[in-house]
């Protein structure tokens, strides 16, 4: 089938792209979206975000490359505080998203302004 608008097409792509990049934008498949255990399922397996595979998998390996373990832990005082580390690298990456978002917000045109 052709494509009957084809410069909309390609403006519509390159929006969705430039937004995929920002991490705004990618939409949610309910065949890959997986609770993610914020504080590490041994330390709190009932504190849980949906994420994405990708999401899922990239904030696995934040907590690996921060050092945090997860497996269980029998120290109940080292469990604690291996679930507030990891929380921690959770909440970073939410804060970070928070402050894309502003950004964004920030840069936009103005609504209900003489630029209109």
């Known amino acids: 089938m052709r494509d009957q608008l084809p410069i909309r097409t390609a403006r519509r792509k390159t929006r969705q792209q430039e937004r995929e990049r920002l991490g705004i934008a990618v939409p ?4 890959c979206v997986q609770d993610h255990h914020t504080a590490g399922g041994h330390h709190d397996a009932q504190l849980t975000a949906p994420l994405c595979k990708m999401h899922h998998q990239e904030m696995h390996e ?5 050092g945090i373990p997860l497996g269980y832990e029998p120290d109940v005082n080292r469990r604690v505080a291996l679930a507030l580390r990891a929380a921690a690298v959770y909440d970073r990456a939410r804060a970070d998203a928070m402050d894309r978002w502003a950004s964004l917000l920030e840069d936009s045109p103005k609504r209900g302004t003489a630029n209109e």
């Open 62 to 66: 934040q907590l690996l490359r921060a």
């Open 28 to 31: 949610l498949c309910v065949l």
